[in-house]
């Protein structure tokens, strides 16, 4: 059922002057509900008719029929319409009930292949707040594009090659020692990474240099160096993956930079072939001049090592071979958006007409305090330990609010991880975001914990009225549910929008909607009464539930039947 074709019909059966799909498009929402579910601006079909439109207005409302809706009013030059509540809100309730987890689930994808690359932390360096929005951005984004029927890989593209692993080894070596490294891989490493600027700082003997020789016998396969370069790698992966449990995202590929070591001549040969590399400084570049706002993008340094964007590139061309990608998603902070702009250029230059499925996801910071945070000068706070503190707090909470409750640890872990992604996804990307544990672990406001409480409530009231699946709605009338209702018949639409936009904050802000919607119904209808609505009532919750659980799954939350 759709609800704005059937005033579509309606209004065309009483004026044939626009096609059905043209007045459709022109219907909007209003404002207020009082106003009506939705209204019709007459303008455009009066023009036609050359009459005036509060003319128009108040001749359709006279004459517009249908078994759907309840009543039509004439404002000015809009005609406002209201449903017949029971009705539709039976409708609408059926439609959840039979489609269950189907429910909004879209054609648009038909299958075809969506490349993710997202989270792509750097070894040997903790895992930034950065990575952690690119990682559940990425990964709530994979979800929807999944709902709407595209097939998805999602890419760790880790940040494990690079000069900076040159100086990583220089500095093992000067001043690392094995044990310390094992016991705490990553703070140690990190530790010999800025020491090694400070000395490099007042370099008295070549450090810099022997930094850039490291790479180099790195680059060509030094039984030493690589061995090294290994061990740091799998630390890393083993910290990584200890946050990726903890946050339920898993990925299809882990191939990053390294990888392709062996792939860029290739590129680089093809863009020699095309005759598109020129030489500046000793520097192979690709000049973007097509392209005013850009910097030529720097293929090969003068000593030859090759560069961020070289393996971008090379990437590229791997990923759309192997998977024959529709479109190739990068979620990567916005600090990095020329960058992505020029590997964009380069492959439009070199005649892929895929270079249009290319899009940079670019987000904002995630701020603590007002203040961003750099490993360069070694202030770093241990991702880890955050989400442990999250779950931590969510502990106690459950421990002051509900001591008796079956898993708590469990539910402590969906709540407190929860809020973080919640906290995440709730705002629009772009816009910075502040950090703050306690603010995202409230279980009112605009928070992870809110909407899994309401679930969990919704979730309560069915265990009390020993709910089964199989129980139908006959509709209901009063406004409230009929708000929440309309909500619920929405869900398709939202997460068309999230797709269109690849911003998961609109299913988020939408199940908030839902949440107070469903909670404004609670605090004004005793659902359990007895009486005839009492079924339809709780098909409604059972409707909620299910919406709920959907939106919080593409989202990357669980949804905990009692907190
Ligand atoms: N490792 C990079 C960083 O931390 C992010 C990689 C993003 N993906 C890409 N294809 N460049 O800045």
Redesign the pocket.
């Known amino acids: 059922m759709n609800l704005k074709q059937i005033i579509a019909n309606s209004i065309h059966e009483v004026v044939t002057e626009l096609p059905v799909d043209i007045i459709q498009n022109l219907i909007e929402k209003p404002k207020y509900s009082h106003h009506g579910d939705f209204s019709f601006p007459t303008f455009e079909i009066a023009k036609r008719k050359k009459i005036a439109p509060p003319l128009l207005a108040s001749q359709l409302s006279e004459r517009i029929s249908s078994p759907w809706i309840e009543r039509c009013e004439a404002v000015g030059p809009y005609v406002n319409f209201f449903f017949h509540k029971q009705k539709v809100q039976q409708q609408i309730v059926q439609t959840v009930l039979e489609q269950q987890t189907n429910y909004g689930d879209l054609t648009i994808g038909n299958g075809e292949n969506i490349v993710l690359?997202l989270s792509?932390?750097?070894i040997a360096k903790p895992f930034?707040m950065?990575?952690l929005r690119?990682t559940v951005i990425g990964n709530s984004l994979a979800n929807i594009l999944e709902k709407c029927n595209f097939n998805t890989v999602r890419i760790n593209?880790?940040?494990d090659w690079g000069t900076q692993f040159g100086k990583l080894i220089a500095a093992y070596l000067k001043w690392g020692e094995q044990e310390k490294v094992e016991k705490n891989p990553i703070p140690e490493l990190l530790k010999l990474y800025v020491r090694f600027h400070q000395e490099a700082e007042k370099d008295t003997d070549g450090l810099v240099e022997e930094g850039r020789a490291w790479f180099k016998k790195l680059e060509d396969g030094d039984e030493e160096a690589l061995s090294l370069w290994r061990w740091f790698r799998e630390e890393s992966l083993l910290e990584f993956q200890r946050i990726y449990d903890l946050l339920g995202v898993s990925f299809d590929s882990y191939n990053g930079?390294a990888f392709y070591n062996d792939k860029m001549e290739a590129v680089v040969n093809l863009l020699q072939h095309k005759q598109l590399l020129s030489f500046s400084d000793g520097a192979q570049i690709v000049e973007l001049e097509e392209e005013p706002s850009l910097p030529p993008c720097l293929i090969k340094k003068s000593d030859g090592a090759t560069l961020?964007a070289t393996r971008?590139l090379a990437?590229a061309f791997y990923r759309k071979e192997k998977y024959q990608f529709a479109k190739t998603l990068?979620i990567?902070?916005q600090e990095?958006t020329v960058?992505?702009q020029q590997v964009k250029a380069v492959v439009k230059k070199m005649g892929e007409s895929w270079y249009n499925d290319m899009h940079h996801i670019p987000f904002g910071l995630l701020l603590k305090d007002g203040k961003k945070l750099s490993t360069r000068k070694g202030e770093i706070i241990l991702l880890e330990n955050v989400i442990q503190e999250a779950i931590q707090l969510a502990q106690n909470n459950i421990a002051a609010k509900n001591p008796s409750l079956p898993n708590k640890e469990k539910v402590a872990k969906q709540v407190g991880v929860g809020s973080i992604i919640f906290q995440d996804l709730k705002n629009f990307r772009l816009n910075s975001i502040e950090f703050s544990l306690e603010d995202m672990l409230k279980f009112e406001g605009e928070t992870g914990p809110y909407v899994q409480y309401t679930f969990a409530r919704a979730c309560s009231i069915l265990r009390k009225a020993s709910f089964s699946e199989e129980l139908v709605s006959h509709g209901l009338q009063d406004t409230f549910s009929w708000e929440l209702s309309k909500l619920l018949y929405e869900f398709p639409e939202v997460i068309e929008r999230a797709y269109i936009g690849f911003d998961p904050s609109v299913v988020a802000k939408y199940i908030i909607d839902v949440c107070q919607s469903f909670n404004s119904w609670y605090g004004h209808e005793k659902i359990l009464n007895e009486d005839h609505s009492k079924k339809s009532r709780l098909a409604l919750v059972y409707a909620t539930t299910v919406v709920i659980e959907e939106s919080l799954r593409l989202l990357g939350m669980e949804a905990p039947t009692e907190m």
């Open positions: 690359d792509s932390p750097n930034s950065g990575h690119s593209y880790l940040g930079e961020y971008d990437a990068y990567v902070g990095q960058h992505f």
